[in-house]
T-cell receptor, first 114, second 113 residues
């Protein structure tokens, strides 16, 4: 519906697990983003990819590892997470250039680390 | 750290009331100010946006008021409805940051029938 699809919608993982979040955009955009949304806090920008190159990494712990194999897909690989990493992880896309478009968000993956 | 301060954290109004959500920013390089609406279980969706060359923008029942000198902007919802109950985020970006947004903390709005 929004043009940005995230899977899975919900994920429960143990601290020793390895999992990946997937994002796919069908809007023809050239930039993709990962945000973390925790309760009562502003959305935190984690990573930015522009033309499949990582252009921003906002001091995110190495237990979060992004991957952007092409302009339509974005992954967030997770390993040895902590309970405080439990949050809603949102993917977004936009068109960057002479006319920047709005950021369109996916529905998010609700992550619980146990 | 570039920040956008948003208040109140939560707001309850009766149907037909006019909730007002306020945001303030520091970075004078910000040149675009969108508001996003987020329903439970959904991602944020763009609601309305304004540039600093105008002081007000209306789209349906939603109005943004912008005060450039005070570095403040606000969202007004006219004739609010229970279906407007959601979390609202203000945001800002600068021309040099592409589409990267700096978000406020969010306001949880409840409109009672």
């Amino acid at each position: 519906e929004t043009g940005v699809t995230q899977t899975p919608r919900h994920l429960v993982m143990g601290m020793t697990n390895k999992k990946s979040l997937k994002c796919e955009q069908h809007l023809g955009h050239n930039a993709m983003y990962w945000y973390k949304q925790s309760a009562k806090k502003p959305l935190e920008l984690m990573f930015v990819y522009s033309l499949e190159e990582r252009v921003e990494n906002n001091s995110v712990p190495s237990r979060f590892s992004p991957e952007c194999p092409n302009s339509s897909h974005l992954f967030l690989h997770l390993h040895t997470l902590q309970p405080e990493d439990s949050a809603l992880y949102l993917c977004a896309s936009s068109q960057q250039g002479a006319l920047n478009t709005e950021a369109f968000f996916g529905q998010g993956t609700r992550l619980t680390v146990v | 750290q570039q920040q956008v301060k948003q208040s109140p954290q939560s707001l309850i109004v009766q149907k037909g009331g006019i909730p007002i959500i306020n945001c303030a920013y520091e970075n004078t390089a910000f040149d675009y100010f969108p508001w996003y609406q987020q329903f439970p279980g959904k991602g944020p969706a763009l609601l309305i946006a304004i540039r600093p060359d105008v002081s007000e923008k209306k789209e349906g029942r939603f109005t943004i008021s912008f005060n450039k000198s005070a570095k403040q902007f606000s969202l007004h919802i006219m004739d609010s409805q229970p279906g407007d109950s959601a979390t609202y985020f203000c945001a800002a970006r600068s021309g040099t940051s592409g589409s990267r947004l700096t978000f406020g903390e969010g306001t949880q709005l409840t409109v009672n029938p």
